[in-house]
Structure formats: C-alpha cells, structure tokens
C-alpha cells in the first residue's frame, strides 16, 4: 500500500508559482481512462460509502471494518467531528488507477486527501487486506480532523508538508499494524541486522527514497509510534498531533510531549530497535547455503521474484525490477548469462507485468512462458513463444476485473488462474484449443495461486479463510479434478500457508508459511503421510518456490538486505535438514458477510471550493494590490474549476485566469482563458495587452503514446504614447503525437525514447490577421550503458514559415549551450546532440536542514556532451557548410528534494563553441532533458 495524503493540495498550490501552458511542448505519461463508473452512495453513522455495480458487495464489509476501526482509534485519538467520512470503493487495481480523486499510482492500495477528507480504496480481493487499507486511511482522516480543522482549511492544508510522515504513516500504520504483521517483521529485522535503519530526520517525506525502500519506512514509523505508545503512553500519540497543531519543528513538539529532542529520541529507539530484533539467542540459515543465481551491478534495491526452470534444466525464468520496470528475464546455467527477455521492448504491446506473484509459468514442452500483463488498464493473460519470441495476448477482459497467477496444466492444453468476481478471486481453467472457461473454484473467498499435481489430477490453491479472532488468513485447500469433488483442507499453521508448488513425483507438497517469529519460511507436506516439516530457518524471508522438471533443485526468492534475490538449492540437500512441524487446528468462524445486501441511492453532483488563497493590500501611494487563487472541483474530481487573479491599480498591472478541466473522460479537456495588461517600461508609456482562449485536449492511444490537440485564439495588443502601433489576432490549430517510453530506475532516466512531432497553424479564416505555419520533431533517445550510465542521442528540427512565421534562435541552452540565444536564427534549424552520463553518486543522502526551504540531495551524475545544429538562411535550401555550428561541454547535475517531497534539479554546465567565440556557464534549476 501506498498511502500518500501529501499529494493533493500540491496540484492547486504550486500551481501559484508554475502556471504550465498547456500547449507547450512536454513529454510525460498518460493517465488512462476506459470506464464511467455509475455511482451509488450507501450511508452509515460516520460513512458514506461510495461504490458502482461492479463494487455492490463490498459495502457492507467496507461498513462492518471502518466501523470496527473507528472504534479503536478512537480509543486513542478522540475526535469531535460531526460530519461523515466519504470514502470511496473501487473494484480491483485497474479500476482504483483511473480515479481523479487523487494521483494513484501503480502498487498503491489507498489514499486519504485533505481537500476533502476523500478516502479512496481500491480493493484487490483479500478482505484482510480491505481491512488492514481501511484502517490505514480511516487514521489518517482522524489526523486531518485534529490538524485542518478551524478556521481557513486552505492555510491549515500548506502546512500539511511540514508535518512528518514518521508520525502521519506511523500512526496509520500502528492502527493497522497487526492485522497483517508479517512485512513488518520481515523488514524490520534485516534493516537491524544488515545496518539499514533509516534516521529519522530522512523519514520526513518518503518521496526522496530509494526503491524498494517505502515499505521499510511505513514499517519503521509504525514501530517508531509502539514506541512511544509503550514508553509514554497512547495518550502521547493524541497529544503528538495537538501540538503539532501550533509547531513548526519537530524538535518543539517533541520537547514539549515526551520531553526530548528528535536526535534523543531516535538514539532510544535504536536500541529498542536492537534489543527487540538482535538477540543472541537467534541462529538463523546462512545464506552461503544456497546458490545466489544473479549478481546485478546494481547501486539500487532490486526484487528478483517467481522463478521457473525450463523443462530441460537449462535455463531459469524469472521476473526482476533492476532496471527500473518489470521485465521477464532468462538465466542460462551454462553460460551464466542473464538477459531480458519481455519488457522495455514491449512497452506498446503491454504497459506493465503485473506484481501478484506468482505470476510466471513455463508450458510442459518448454515452448511457451505465460504470465499476466496490463493494458490500458485491464488485466490481460500473454504467452511467450521462446522459439519466434513473439506474444500472444489473450482477452478475457471482459470477464474478469483482474487476473492473477497463470498456469498450464500438464498436458499444455489448457492455463489455470485467478479472477476477481463477486468479492474475492475464484479459480478458472482455460482451454486454449476451443478457448472454453470452467470455473474450478467459485465462492466469495479469496482464491489464489494455484498448483496443479504433474498427473493433473489434483489442484492446491491459497484460500483466505476467516479465524476466530476476526481476521483472515490463507490456507491451503485441494481439489480433486476428476469428478464432483468438494475442495478440501489440508491442514493448518499459525498465519498465512502461499505459494504451494508439487515436487515432480507428486508425493510433495511445499509452501511458504511463517513460523512463531513471523519469518515466512519453507514447508514440506508429504500427501501421502500428512506429515508436515520445515526446512529453512532465514532470517529475511522466502517466496515463491520452485522445483527443477527432473526434482534435483529448487529455485526461490530470498528476502534479505533489503532486496529479493534468486537462490537455489538441492533439493536433497535441503531435505536432509528437515525439522518436523505441526499441524494446527484453529477454529474458522462462519461469514455473515459471504453474500451481503445491496443498498444504495444514486450519486448527486456536488461542487464545492477546495483552495482559496486571498491577498489584499492598499496605500495611498502604491494603490490596490490584489491576488488571489481559487480552486473548485465536484467529488469525484471529474470537473476542476480553477481562477488565479493579480491587480496592481498603482502600475495598471493585470493578470487573469480561468481554466476548466473535464477529466472523467479517456480524452481530457482543458478550457483556458487568460489576460494580461503591463507597461513594458517605467515611464508608462508602452503598454502590452493580450487575451488568450484555448482549448486542449489528449486522446492516449496507451500509456506511452498520445494524441495532442489544440484550438484557440491570442489577442495581442501594444500601444506607444496612447497610439496604437500593434493589434494582432492569431487563431491557432495545433495537433501533435508525444511518445514517451523512458524509464527511471531511481531519478534519472536510464533507458527509453521521447518523440515529439507537432505542428501549429495560425489562420486568417475566421476573422485573425495573423499568418504561420510552425512544424516541429524533438527526439531523444537514452541508450543503456550500464546501470550507471547511459548515452543520449538528439534530434530536433523545427520549421516556421508563411507571412508572419518568427525566427527560431539556434543557440540557448535547450538547444546548442554554445551558442548565445540572440546569436544566430533562422525559420528552421536542426540540431543534433549526443552526451554521455554517467552517475557518481547514487545515495548522498545529505539533507540541507538549515536552510528553507530544505534541501535533500540524492544524486549527482555529470555528463560530456556536444551539438551540432544549422540554421540556414531562408533563401538558402541546403546549408552550406558555413552554416553549420556546434559546441561541446560538461554538465554537473543533482537532484535534490524540497522538503524530502518535491524532486528539483540543479545542473551547472559549461558550453564552448567549436568555432571561434566565448564560453559559456549555465546554471540551470530544472535541466532541458
């Protein structure tokens, strides 16, 4: 879960200080929107819930969770609040990331925003998991009660960055905490024993950290606020966010609750830290035990998961994030080369491979890797042809809101997955000869990752069933597949049993379960004499397990400092050191909440102000000063209404804004209308007035690639001395195609193309008096070196032309730095670039506090580069070799944080001209590319 309440005010306020033309030429990707969602509202004592028909069963669970979590943080953070929580419910992932309440992001599971106390959920199947989110986000609306509350909501939310997330999160996250405590565990222990606590002054903001590394920081801050539960009492807690209130360090209010500073604080909480998680008394696995397969020359945490051996043992499948995305790769065990295999490459194919492991699988004959991919926001099945290296996508969108878990059944005739139906996920079988779909598995549990036995007789799935303490858990069932057979328990322990896989003889069964330390580690279930045994005792974790075809080895997923890497071990030589284990029983309570009522009345348009910032000022000398930004938008987010307004009677200065943004379809629409009247000079005598009207829109074919259009209209008037001497109206048509498949393993780009063709057109048809036509193409490409380095090719071109069409400068530092702006020009020009960048520090983790705004620096990469370009002169068709100019220099760039959220660049180059001409230094806030 990703839980960013930060993220919502940030969109209305810096838009105070960077006001984006929308036709300006920016790369990005695309948001992407395939459904309109009917909307239902059910209400409770502190809810209303809102949910469409494809959501209608999780209400009542929704009801019965946030009610029990109400209750319990109420117990320690006792608010008054007499209005009710929206909170919103989507069905499944692919639907979660198309709502406009907020930014979601990919692998986020909830959000709560400030603006107006929205909390937004998306469920993925787990009722466990519903719970746990629920609880998480329901805290963080207690959080906003006690610090937004009060008079002007728009002031209180600025100071929402100031406001530490070790507290925010770690609040929520000790509320939801024990619901699901094994990650905590797992995270925790390998940070105390490999080092890797992170100070508390850097958990601010999670924004500025590594990969990999926010789950850690959730999971820290929750232990961090049990400790000050445990040492100061929970009353501590609500008096932490009372004085926050009227703080601004956390110095200040630290003192003033617990009596001591951070720096004290975190040195207490360390040894807690290594009391609880270090003890001598531990033996653990060494981890020289197992072959460690992969050995990435990686500066960044990478997770290396679902591992496959090919049926003839030569090779391994696995799926990795190193570089930065998702991307299958192949290990050859005889050259010991690795290389990706499904990925960069298919980013138009595919947006991205899913991260519910398992989620890869090799056919019987070797041919075919299947896995489950997204597109366009819906959950697709792909298989891989090894041999033409082709994909196959097969469609069963429109079936299933999410697809997890694929595999084929022994024969190859068929794919056996997960789908999210009513509730939870059930179990079907494709045939993939006549495409027929058979439900193994249907109820309202949780079912996922199936295994099939080698005879195919027999499947085993992990079903989330509930306990009698209210929670739930997965456990392991099977099911007889040859006639009319109930699924049937197979036995119990205490936590979740995942991951189930059959030794190639059938008699074995092994899984993954934790044991009394909460250490997920690897069972072995013999079929035929029910005995259980354990065979590993890690310290980090271990998932997804995997026999070799003739049951020599196994392959897995090993959690530990900090990563997930891929080992394997003999299978022999891991049976011998097999500990018994026992079954369990533990007591399953019945679900009133299988089949749950459907209630609701329709969703009703509401608009209400979000933002509101006034400035107000008057003399008798310097006039009225006037400013202010509103920002309006209804519920759902679909329609944002923003005005931004500056007035100096003094200077006769105006500024005015009006945009409408309609965003709940795939092609958003943005209406812009803007004046602006100064005088250019201090004597008041040349005054610049214009009127802008325009119309924007993006149809995204996919992710990475987009259709841009625009329509509208610019007045520009300039008077001298009360005489008119410039009166231009340009009525603009504007289309362009944006490709942007690059991929940033951390803050730097590190592989990917951005291509940019427009064109722009002013006409005199309908009543405008000035005349160009403008064709552009901006292409770069970042081409892999390393992990550490890249090299980057440019193209750019840019033709005016017609009547009224402006010169283009040659030179400036988006285009050739050795070259001054007012330099050289033309009605097109072309230039060609190429530097190579190379990063020399990866984690500086140097934080600027003294200072505000604060600085984080993270990176620092510097590069070597040279331009050539032309720009010749009109009457002139090929240029001449005097027309030709270039430069060559050296870049320096670090990325910083502001306030450990906002990434902000600071680039200082020097550019030298090849022919004859000064140097030139640049230091850039924000660099061109």
Known sequence: MRASFLKFTGAGILILVLN????????????????????????????????????????????????ESYENIYRYLPINRAETFPVFLYFGPNDFEQTNIADIGEGTAGVTEGIKNRLVVG????????RYVLTHELTHEFEFSVLLSGFWRSARLLKLYLYPNWLMEGLAEYSAGEIDPYDREMYLRDMVANNRIIPLTHLHNFSHLLPHQITPAYKESEMLIRFIASEYGEEALFRLLQNWRAAFDSNTVLRATLGLDLETLEFKFREFLQEKYNSQNDVF????NYQRLLNFKNRYPQFSESPVFSPDGQKLYF????????????????????????????????????????????????????FVAQENQQDFIFLYNRRTKNLEKINLAQQFYSLRNPIFTPDGHSLIFSAMSRIGHNIYKYNLRDQ???????????????????????????????????????????????????????????????????????????????????????????????NLSVLTNVRGGIFEPAFSADGRWLALSIFANGEKNIYRIEWEKLNQQIQPATLTSRISSVDELIYPQKSGYPYRFRFSTDLFFPFFYYSSLDGLLLASYWQGSDLLGNHQLSTYLAYASGSDYLNAQVQYAILSWRTPVYLTVAAQRYFRDWTMTDQYQNILAQLYSAYPLNRYQRLEFIVGAIWEKETLSDQIFRDTRQDVLGIGYVLDTTIRQYLEINSGNQLRLSSYFSLENFGGNYRYQSYSLNWQKYQPLSFQNVLILRNYFKLNCDRDAPLISLGGYEKISGIPTDKISSERIYIFGLEYRQILLANINYYMWYLFPDFFFKT???????????????????PQASDWHGDWGLNLRCYTFILQTFPFVLELRYARPLEEGPEIWYFLFGAPF
């Open 319 to 370: 799926l990795s994030d190193v570089s930065g995305i998702n991307e299958i790769y192949e290990y050859d065990f005889i050259s010991k080369q690795v290389q990706p295999i499904v990925g960069r490459k298919n980013l138009c194919q595919l947006t991205s491979i899913n991260r519910d492991y398992p989620n890869l699988a090799v056919s019987g004959d070797g041919n075919y890797l299947t």
């Open 123 to 130: 469920h993925q199947g787990s009722r466990r998991h519903l």
């Open 860 to 878: 620092l990469s510097a590069g070597i580069f040279t331009d050539i370009g032309t720009a010749p002169p009109a009457d002139r068709l090929f």
């Open 20 to 67: 984006q033309n929308l036709s300006g030429e920016t790369f990005g990707q695309n948001k992407i929107i395939n459904q309109q969602f009917s909307w239902q509202v059910a209400v409770s004592s502190h809810f209303q819930i809102y949910y469409y028909p494809a959501a209608e069963n999780i209400p009542p669970l929704a009801q019965k969770y946030l009610q």
């Open 285 to 288: 696995d060494s981890l020289q």
């Open 436 to 530: 027929t779909l058979t439900c193994l598995v249907g109820d309202d549990y949780d079912n996922i990752q199936p295994a099939i036995s080698p005879d195919g007789q027999t499947l085993v799935y992990a079903s989330e069933r509930p306990d009698g303490s209210g929670n739930y858990f997965y456990q392991l069932y099977q099911l007889n597949l040859t006639g009319n057979h109930q699924p049937e328990k197979i036995g119990e322990l205490a936590g979740d049993q995942n991951f189930p896989a059959f030794s190639p003889d059938g008699q074995m069964l092994i899984f993954v379960a934790p044991n009394q330390k909460k250490i997920r580690n690897l069972y072995a279930y013999n079929l035929a004499t029910k």
